[in-house]
Structure formats: C-alpha cells, structure tokens
T-cell receptor, first 111, second 115 residues
Framework: DAKTTQPTSMDCAEGRAANLPCNHS???????VYWYRQIHSQGPQYIIH???NNETNEMASLIITEDRKSSTLILPHATLRDTAVYYC????????????FGKGTHLIIQP | KAGVTQTPRYLIKTRGQQVTLSCSPI?????VSWYQQTPGQGLQFLFE???????NKGNFPGRFSGRQFSNSRSEMNVSTLELGDSALYLC??????????????FGQGTRLTVV
C-alpha cells in the first residue's frame, strides 16, 4: 500500500518557487521523509530527506509539519531543468521493502 | 567521486535466455539495491544487499536473483526471460541500510529489451 499521497501533476512558472506537497498520515516515529526526482529515462536523483525538523540544502528545502503527517518540498527558483517526476517516500531503517516509489508528481516548469 | 556505474546500458535478449546485469556502487558504500521500472508498474524494489548478504527482497519470482561481492559490486541475474521482463533496471548504492538516515544514489540504469 502507498504510504504517501501526492498530486499527479503540477505546473510552475520558471523562476518562481515550486511547492510540492506530500501527505503521509500513517508515518511512524522512526520513519524519514525522502524526496527523489527522476528526469525522463534517467535514474532517480536524491534531493533531500528529514525526520522532523525542516531541512535545506543546495537543491531544495523540506518543510515537515509538526505532526509529521505531511511535508512540502520547495524548489526556490525553478528552472526548466527541474521538470521531472518528484517522488515523496517514507522509510525507516530495517524495513523490508527498499524504497517504495509511488506515482509521484509530474512537475512541469513553464517558460 | 565516481557515481554508481551500471553496465551494460542497453541490452536486447531473446525470450527464454538469461541475462546478468552489473552494478558498481560508489566507493565506500556497502548497500546495493536493485529496482525494476516499467511504464505500467513504475519503480519496484527487487532486492537489497549489504556486505554480501541479501537483506531484503521484493515480490518478484525466483527467476530474479542477485549477489554482492566483497568489493560491494553487485550483479543481478534474470533467467528464462519473458517479454514482460523488458524494463529499465536501476541500481542504487548507499552507505548503510537504505532509508536509515542515509540517502541512496542511483545509476543510469540498464535498459533491457526482451524480444
């Protein structure tokens, strides 16, 4: 069963911030939230992950709600190269199923 | 540093044959996972190896197998190929158990076509 729910697709104007939501209402206390993206025909690319605190790196920011039931990935200044499928995954150590990728969100950056 | 290397990049095989795919993880990474990606099923977990031991296995038939060597390089094998095995096979490496506060890095994949 999918542990996360994401919109199927989203549009964002180039140069604007892209905010990608993810619901994970059944997340356990030891599960991390991971974000990956996949550009057509390439391997998935790691973006960011977090447990409960907000995280930021050179690619994006991750905002996790206080109850940890949802999160938002923020790409601060989207470019055309950010067009990809974005996957939100919850995973704790010792699980039996690797990374469970759902359908993801197809983010299209419009010029 | 070098990323995850998968060979070959493209492969065409005939139904009934077997195939071996190779994955070289990032230096120092001990965990290697394999995934199958098809248009219909998306990305599906095949198995994970850590220090030469298979730790987790996805819901795939026994025709799919793998192994990991002492240098952390991994191979996966598919025997008695079926048309439905046509897919992009992806390998990911990570320092520790995938998901345990550690990120996984993916290779570019091997595109297998079964005819």
């Amino acid at each position: 069963d999918a542990k996360t729910t994401q919109p199927t697709s989203m549009d964002c104007a180039e140069g604007r911030a892209a905010n990608l939501p993810c619901n994970h209402s059944t997340i356990s206390g030891n599960e991390y939230v991971y974000w990956y993206r996949q550009i057509h025909s390439q391997g998935p690319q790691y973006i960011i992950h977090g447990l409960k605190n907000n995280e930021t790196n050179e690619m994006a920011s991750l905002i996790i709600t206080e109850d940890r039931k949802s999160s938002t990935l923020i790409l601060p200044h989207a470019t055309l190269r950010d067009t990809a499928v974005y996957y939100c995954i919850v995973r704790g150590g010792g699980g039996a199923d690797g990374l469970t990728f759902g359908k993801g969100t197809h983010l299209i950056i419009q010029p | 540093k070098a990323g995850v290397t998968q060979t070959p990049r493209y492969l065409i095989k005939t139904r009934g044959q077997q195939v071996t795919l190779s994955c070289s993880p990032i230096s120092g990474h001990r965990s290697v996972s394999w995934y199958q990606q098809t248009p219909g099923q998306g990305l599906q977990f095949l198995f994970e190896y850590f220090s030469e031991t298979q730790r987790n296995k996805g819901n795939f038939p026994g025709r799919f197998s793998g192994r990991q060597f002492s240098n952390s390089r991994s191979e996966m094998n598919v025997s008695t190929l079926e048309l439905g095995d046509s897919a992009l096979y992806l390998c990911a490496s990570s320092l520790e158990d995938i998901g345990w506060n550690t990120e996984a890095f993916f290779g570019q994949g091997t595109r297998l076509t079964v005819v």
